[in-house]
């Protein structure tokens, strides 16, 4: 399954992934750089997409996830992101959001 300007509204998705409960899920990708300690970024909206449905599916694997610079393979089974250039890997994991920490009480 890919993505087809269908899939958005005025340069977004129109909708993210979810469990059939409804949650959200929401890819992550362990990065860290000289300045900062290492943290857990979310994944863009539209690879976000891409990798729950390639997961769903059960592909071992996405390949060439780009960001402006470099392209990337996710690897499922070693949950990991690959640089497909330096062959560097990142971690990343799959979480589903239970709630929405933006709502009120």
């Known amino acids: 399954m890919s993505l087809t300007e269908a899939d958005f509204v005025d340069g977004t998705l129109k909708s993210e992934p979810a469990t059939k ?5 929401q ?7 000289k300045f900062s ?6 994944v863009a909206a539209a690879d976000n997409w891409k ?9 071992k694997e996405v390949v060439s996830l780009s960001d402006t610079e470099d392209s990337w393979t996710i690897d ?3 949950m990991s ?3 497909v250039k330096t062959l560097t890997r990142r971690a990343i994991r799959r979480v589903v959001i239970l709630t929405d920490s ?4």
């Open 81 to 83: 992101q690959i640089n």
């Open 37 to 42: 300690s290492p943290v857990w970024i979310d």
């Open 76 to 78: 499922f089974k070693t």
């Open 27 to 33: 890819w992550q990708v362990w990065m860290q750089d």
């Open 21 to 25: 409960g409804g949650h959200k899920i």
């Open 102 to 105: 933006m709502a009120e009480p």
């Open 51 to 59: 990798m729950e449905t390639s997961f769903a599916h059960g592909n």
